[in-house]
């Protein structure tokens, strides 16, 4: 039999790279591949939203995903709107697509997102106005849990549901409340729970991450609406929190986060990180400096949130530059009127692991680095 020197061996069954080289003097194993195996090392998941046509146009994505996710989100094909354009005409097939993309290659899929008043079809927009049918959403429910719920264990149940300023409550006054009242996002839940008895049920949110009067109105209400949800008995099993950054925001609030996270996980709730990406701001500075800016943002952000033992896993909205749903806008160009005098521009928002040629990027490695950083216990 053929003897591997022993440091060898143990750097290729943690990482799947060989990475002691006899000469080299490597001591320490090299980080493993990919951020699905960073990840995994502190039983985590690591993914991204993803779009099936994409999937399969673009082998360079397509080969990104598999080498770095082990949990995939569908960006677009599960929302009402994509499923249900028209009354009970079903669109299945994107959803289909990337149900049999996950399973072929082992990853998770996240259900996102059942109730979210920009996926609200115009059809059951008008429906709603018209009667209070709850049996709208229990019938797209049923088709999408019945028919997805073997490969989806984790559901983003109600996405954006506070909308701080308009109600004491701060809830968001979307077509759903209009219809049934605050009590939809307790049936909303219940209703999920009766199709999915296994599944993990969540409310995803955005906006929670720095100090601004909007972002503490909205942790309040989100925390007290969880607190009522909880009081009553309602399923509920985890909170996503989306993690847009924003640079035009300012620094995440470290030590506010913190203790944040702290409440939600008092309540029992698991916690995922869900969208993460970040807007930029300086978009006439170099692309290194935005870079290090955006990687120096991520850095922030993910070691105070992996530090939270209820963090179970986190994913980006999306990999690469080139899919981002984060533009430069012409409200960001109007901010540096003497930049760009050459013709050219600041190119696409740099927000995303990977740039738009698929090449990783110091967000990539301050990913990687903030998973490595500290191992769960
Ligand atoms: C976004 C998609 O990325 C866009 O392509 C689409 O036009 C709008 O929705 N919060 C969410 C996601 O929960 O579903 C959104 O996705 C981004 C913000």
């Not at 059809?123 to 049918?133: C, P």
């Not at 599944?199 to 989100?222: M, V």
């Amino acid at each position: 039999m053929a003897t591997i020197p022993r440091r060898t061996f143990i750097a290729a069954s943690l990482g799947g790279m060989t990475a002691a080289v006899a000469g080299l003097g490597a001591s320490e194993p090299e980080p493993p591949a990919g951020l699905a195996a960073a990840a995994a090392r502190r039983r985590l998941f690591f993914g991204a939203a993803v779009r099936p046509d994409q999937l399969e146009a673009e082998g360079d994505l397509r080969q990104a995903v598999l080498a770095e996710c082990s949990c995939i989100t569908p960006e677009l094909a599960l929302k009402w709107g994509a499923v249900e354009p028209s009354r009970g005409r079903l669109v299945l097939q994107p959803m289909d697509a990337l149900r049999d993309f996950a399973a072929k290659s082992g990853k998770r899929m996240r259900g996102h997102t059942l109730m979210w008043h920009r996926s609200v079809p115009d059809w059951a927009q008008a429906a709603l106005q018209e009667r209070a049918d709850w049996g709208l959403i229990s019938s797209y429910f049923d088709a999408v849990i019945t028919r997805y719920g073997g490969a989806i264990k984790q559901w983003d149940v109600v996405n954006e549901p506070i909308d701080p300023g308009h109600r004491s409550d701060g809830l968001r006054e979307n077509a759903f409340l209009k219809a049934f009242g605050p009590d939809y996002i307790a049936r909303a839940l219940v209703e999920a729970r009766r199709l999915a008895p296994q599944g993990e049920l969540l409310i995803n949110e955005y906006g929670l991450e720095y100090d601004l009067s909007e972002e503490r109105q909205r942790r309040n209400a989100l925390l007290k609406l969880i607190e009522r949800l909880k009081a009553s008995g309602t399923p509920l099993d985890g909170v996503g929190l989306q993690a847009h950054l924003d640079l035009r925001k300012g620094r995440v609030a470290t030590s506010t986060i913190k203790a944040f996270m702290r409440e939600l996980a008092g309540f029992g709730l698991s916690i995922m990180i869900t969208e993460l990406d970040v807007k930029e701001a300086q978009y006439a500075d170099s692309a290194a400096a935005r870079d290090r800016m955006v990687s120096d943002e991520v850095r922030r952000y993910l070691d105070v949130a992996l530090e939270q033992p209820a963090v179970a896993g986190l994913a980006t909205w999306g990999l690469s530059d080139r899919h981002s749903w984060l533009e430069v806008t012409k409200a960001d160009y109007a901010r540096f009127p003497h930049a760009w005098k050459d013709g050219g521009g600041p190119g696409l928002n740099r927000g995303l692991p990977f740039d738009a040629s698929m090449q990783r990027k110091p967000m990539y490695f301050a990913i990687q680095a903030a998973l490595l950083g500290r191992e769960k216990a």
